[in-house]
């Protein structure tokens, strides 16, 4: 089966919306989700609503499920787990490692060598370097447990959707730990069940596309614009609480179902597929990785100098939009120069040492 790079140019189209969640965002600074906020700027929610890193992240794992079942399914009945372990951290774990010392590096506050080391155990779940690699945490256990539950799937479809009806009750929070990375369980089956429907061809028919792309507008922006309706908001604080679920947890929950159904349509659609195989889509979604790992770097080394630079404008919306799009160029420019240099290297290399360090005799 070729690559699907359709769908690699979703998964970068995904990576920028993060960025620019990001880079918009220190620009409201005094946004906060208190229920009692009595204030709420317009322009706050809709930029938030439309560059939703949070839920884009929720996609991830959809995707991933998705992606890796696809992997799996060439040789359903001689899964080399060996491999399959060895490329997964290959592929998350060194670059992240580099990411972060880099980090440490230019943005030096007299933090201990011991506090530094901490930060490479991706499974703490409290990082404050690379706060983005709470995700990471996520893919890296979900790895795990990701090819025990796609051989579960084809041996036993009725306990596989026992399994995802409990994968509900482990969505209770995202308060950086383990428990949290159990739920986002649900997401990867999700994309386990996906992979099944493609594989077999039972793609979405047309007649649901308009009853559906609503949803996966809501699922995307429902996080922040239920600022605009307070009452509602409270009631569904109200339940949250009363269910012992993370209020924002529950936003992932609904991403999920949306993002399920967004990979759904683009692979039930040949017209959107061949927009998304678009040679610059293409290439952000290979850079994708890089891109979502080093972006909260550049911020943190390029926001102050750049925003200092274009002060003399004098205006704020012009000098927010060109900060914006000066450092995302300059992300997207580090990110390939972090694919090619680093991470392509690794992909090959984790892939052909695979074949000989894993060969099944």
Request: charged share 10%; net charge positive.
């Amino acid at each position: 089966m070729s690559r699907l790079l359709y769908l690699d140019s979703l998964r970068g189209i995904a990576a920028i919306l993060v960025v620019l969640f990001h880079l918009i965002d220190p620009f409201f600074l005094n946004y906060n989700f208190n229920l009692s906020e009595s204030t709420i700027n317009n322009a706050k929610i809709v930029s938030r609503s439309i560059f939703n890193g949070s839920d884009w992240v929720s996609f991830f794992f959809v995707l991933s499920g998705f992606s890796l079942s696809l992997s799996l399914a060439k040789n359903p009945e001689s899964i080399n787990l060996r491999a399959f372990y060895f490329k997964r951290f290959m592929r998350i774990y060194p670059l992240y490692v580099i990411i972060l010392f880099l980090t440490y590096l230019a943005t030096y506050k007299g933090d201990s060598d011991l506090y530094v080391l901490s930060q490479t155990l991706l499974f703490n779940f409290r990082n404050e370097l690379v706060p983005q690699s709470w995700s990471l945490s996520v893919e890296l256990i979900a790895s795990l447990l990701l090819p025990y539950l796609f051989m579960v799937y084809r041996k036993n479809k009725s306990a596989f959707y026992y399994l995802i009806f409990i994968s509900l009750f482990l969505y209770n929070g995202v308060n950086q730990s383990q428990s949290s990375a159990l739920g986002f369980t649900f997401n990867f089956l999700l994309g386990i069940f996906l992979s099944d429907l493609f594989l077999h061809e039972k793609f979405l028919n047309k007649k649901y596309f308009l009853l559906i792309f609503p949803f996966i507008i809501f699922s995307f922006s429902a996080r922040w614009s239920i600022d605009w309706f307070p009452n509602i908001k409270y009631y569904v604080q109200v339940m949250t609480d009363f269910l012992n679920m993370d209020f924002h947890q529950l936003f992932y929950f609904i991403s999920a179902f949306g993002s399920f159904l967004l990979i759904y349509f683009v692979i039930s659609t040949k017209f959107i597929q061949h927009i998304l195989s678009n040679i610059l889509l293409v290439f952000i979604g290979k850079i994708s990785f890089s891109i979502y790992l080093i972006h909260f770097l550049i911020i943190q080394v390029s926001y102050n100098e750049i925003v200092g630079f274009l002060k003399p404008i004098q205006n704020s919306l012009l000098e927010s939009v060109l900060s914006i799009f000066t450092q995302l160029l300059i992300i997207l420019l580090a990110a390939a120069g972090s694919y090619y240099l680093i991470e392509k290297p690794l992909i090959d290399f984790s892939k052909k040492k695979a074949n000989i360090w894993f060969a099944k005799q």
